[in-house]
Each structure stands twice: as C-alpha cells, then as structure tokens.
C-alpha cells in the first residue's frame, strides 16, 4: 500500500461546494488540490491549486490532468465510466469506477443492498411503458417513480398513486428507464456517512435526521432521535455496504427509518454528503478530512462527535443572513463562494453547536 504524503497533489473531478470544502482539508495536511471541471470559476478552483476546465470527454484533457495529479477522487459520482476508466489507467482513482458503476444507477444499486440482505423498499425497473402494470404489481402503490439514472434533489421523480395515471408519470421523468419504488411511511429520514481507508480500515460518523423542505435537504440534526440499537444497526449497515464496495473514500447512506421500526436504505452516495457538513465542526476529524486522509492512504482520524448540532442549508437568498449568523455564538458559517444566489441554489451552511444532550428540541 503506497502512502500519497502531504505535498502531493490530489485531482478532484468536479468542481462544487463538495471539492472546495475537500481542497480546504487538503491544504490544511499540506496537499494541493487540482480541480477539473467545465465551469469557468466553479467553487472548489477558487481555493485550489490548479484548475482544468474541460469536460469529461476531452480526453487529451483528462491525459494531461492524469499526468499533473498523484490521485483522483470525485466529489460527484455520475462522472462518466468512460472518463475515469481512462484516467485509471495512468492515476489511481478512489473510489473506482466498480462503486460508481453501483452507485450510478438506482436499479443496480438497490439489487446491491438487498443482495446484502439489508432492508431497501420494494421496486421493480420499468425500462419502458409496457414494463409498467408488471412493476406496479411487484413494487404496489402508492409508489415513487424515478429516473434511474442522475436524479437528485427530488430532480426526475414523481409520486404515483394510482396504476391510471403509471403511463403520464413515466413521460414526466423522461419515459424511462425507471424505477418504481414503494412509497415508505416513515417516521423521519436519517443517513451514516462512512468512510474507508485504502489498508480497509472503517470508520462511520453518528448516524444524523435529516429533514427537506421542497425535496432539498434543510437541515441535519446530529445525532439522530433513534435508540442505541439502531445506531448500531444503522451504522453497520453503512459499513457493510462500504467493504461490499470495496470503498476507499467516504460514503453517505441514506436511510428511511420506516414507521413499523425497519430501517431502510434508499441511496448511497460515493462522496462527502450533504448530511455530513456537521461534522467540520462538531467531530474531531470531519468528512472532508477523511476523505484526504482515505484517498492518500493516510489513517483514518476519529469520527468522535464533541458537540451536538444543527446544520441548516442556506439556500439562494437565505445567504443574505450572514451577518446575523456571523454575530451568533455556537454557530459556525460555511459560504461557498457562489456568486449568483438563485432560488434553491445551495449558497452555504452553518453549523449551530451545542454541549452534548443539550440541543434543542425541534
Ligand atoms: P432520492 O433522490 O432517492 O434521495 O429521493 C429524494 C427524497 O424523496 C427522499 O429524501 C425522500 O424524502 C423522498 N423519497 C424518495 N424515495 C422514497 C420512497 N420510496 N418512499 C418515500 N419517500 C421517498
């Protein structure tokens, strides 16, 4: 196993608040960060080193990338299979095209799961129209339908309650390839972001809720309101899922906890997530640096939780608030960089703190 040492430069596909927030950690163990994305000023390159700004199919892009990076990770996972089996051929690239392959395509990732024996809410595909009154049967209704492939946010999928109105929710997604999923009835939406070690070392953070509003994550409240046992459960699950991967990175679960008590997973994430920002603050090595630390082959730090807390989503305009949140003791401020505050547009976060077992009710 070869250790990538500070000094080294770690290439990063993607260019989002997720590459910033892991470029910020790396420069802080001494790396630099080298960002390919498309964007002209995309948010991690303005605290980086280099910048590439190319597509994901400019494959003279991607050779001379390769050749300036000692590793690559991604802080997106729909990067093209394409795209990063070329660069695995000159760089390793963590996680690897195997995880994404998985976690690209929702069919293939909820057949992994179960194939796990861990809960996943019935489904079926529906690789067209007719696959439809099939699936309906298979997965029941109510039922959500999604795209299989690149939806997030809620983006490419509907409800669907009744088998009349299956053929008018697969045009609204596009018309297949879907999935059908039975609706869950839960008691709250939860998630355990794990990371992985390239020597197979796990570590996972406490499991958190988390809460949307219009299908984007609002806020995550660390650690969740579940018993010890499901924490246990919850977090074994995540991590049996990262060395059935064959993981090395950070991985984020998403997980239903369903009213009748069983904890489901929805969907995985082969990346920093959303539901772990809490961690930049309230853990003693947070998400971002466990990532750096994973892809280097470095140790693993300590995911041990010093605070509670809150962390809210600061979404287009919410952004404006700073000056309140900056005046605020026990909250952290995380902006992003993002010059233009269009509606719904992550902007930012902040992260409120509390003593442990002292936070608020909500
Ligand atoms: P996803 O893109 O799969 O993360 O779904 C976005 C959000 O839609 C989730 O966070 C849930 O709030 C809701 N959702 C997705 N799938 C289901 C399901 N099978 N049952 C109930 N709610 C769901």
Redesign the pocket.
Known sequence: MKTIPPGSTIGILGGGQLGRMTALAAARLGYRCHIYASEADPPAALVAAAHTEAGFDDAAALDRFAQAVDVVTLEWENVPAWTVERLAERVPVRPGAGVLAVCQERVAEKRFVAGLGIGV?RFAPVPDERALPGAIAEAGLPA?M?TTRL????KG?TALRDAAGAGEALDRIGGGPAIL????D?AF?FSVVTVRGLDGSVASFDPVENR?AN?VLAETLAPAPITAAQRVEAVRIAERIAVALDLVGVLGV?M?LARDGRILV??LAPRPHNSGHWTMDACACCQFEQLVRAVCGLPLGSTTRHHDAIMTNLLGDDVLGWPAILAEPGARLHLYGKAEARPGRKMGHVNRLFPIGQRPDR
């Not at 939806?151 to 809620?154: I, K, N, P, R, T």
């Not at 999923?181 to 869950?184: F, L």
């Open positions: 809410t959500v999604k939806g997030y946010d809620g999928q999923e039975a609706m869950v839960f939406e949307h299908h998403e239903f929805n969907e």
